[in-house]
């Protein structure tokens, strides 16, 4: 059964920082990988999605790689700046496109001004 | 862009009645799906469907029915609303194609007293 995990739940840094998020899949066997934002009381955004047969992704001050062998995705987020606070998700799609897509639980995300 | 619109953003039920949740999306795409969201449990997939008059149970389907009579919209019926439905309740949409994202609404919050 695929399992997505993504640790600290709840993460402060400075403003400026560079900072990575964490995300981890216990089955490798995934079609894809995509990142969500999402503020609170809202939907959530896409932000980058990444192939299984791809290492990275990027969209401006965002980089998303993906690591297959080790079940394992980061978010990299440059200079952040207070308005990227917010809760950051990750979810995989398994191996046949048509089956489910497992979300972990998110990691909250506060930058300091 | 997508645009997938959710037809409250805040809705109030008695214990026992019929709720209708409506979601329409612009973009011709084939997948929608229905999720809930509790603090410390995630997303959960309700239902989705495929493709029009199709539907497909997820992993908490008890409580709820769906309907798909046009490609573009995508309802969540509870039958009987009970105050453990109380939730966010999110819809989205993809394309069948290969290297789909998912599109979220911006969610419904449902209280049932």
């Known amino acids: 059964k695929q399992e997505v995990t993504q640790i600290p739940a709840a993460l402060s840094v400075p403003e400026g920082e560079n900072l990575v998020l964490n995300c981890s899949f216990t089955d490798s066997a995934i079609y894809n990988l995509q990142w969500f934002r999402q503020d609170p009381g809202k939907g959530l955004t896409s932000l980058l999605l990444?192939?299984?047969?791809?290492r990275e992704q990027t969209s401006g001050r965002l980089n998303a790689s993906l690591d297959k062998s080790s079940g394992r995705s980061t978010l990299y987020i440059a200079a952040s700046q207070p308005g990227d606070s917010a809760t950051y998700l990750c979810a995989v799609r398994r191996q046949n496109r048509d089956d489910k897509i497992i979300f972990g639980k998110g990691t909250r995300l506060h930058i300091l001004p | 862009d997508v645009k997938v619109t959710q037809s409250s953003r805040y809705l109030v039920k008695r214990t026992g009645e019929k709720v209708f949740l409506e979601c329409v999306q612009d973009m011709d795409h084939e997948n929608m799906f229905w999720y809930r969201q509790d603090p410390g449990l995630g997303l959960r997939l309700i239902y989705f469907s495929y493709d029009v008059k199709m539907k497909e149970k997820g992993d908490i389907p008890e409580g709820y029915s769906v309907s798909r009579e046009k490609k573009e919209r995508f309802s969540l019926i509870l039958e009987s609303a009970s105050t453990n439905q109380t939730s966010m309740y999110l819809c989205?949409?993809?394309?069948?194609?290969?290297?789909?994202?998912?599109?979220f609404g911006s969610g419904t919050q449902l209280s049932v007293l």
């Open positions: 990444i192939q299984s047969s791809q």
């Open positions: 989205a949409s993809s394309l069948t194609a290969g290297g789909e994202k998912l599109f």
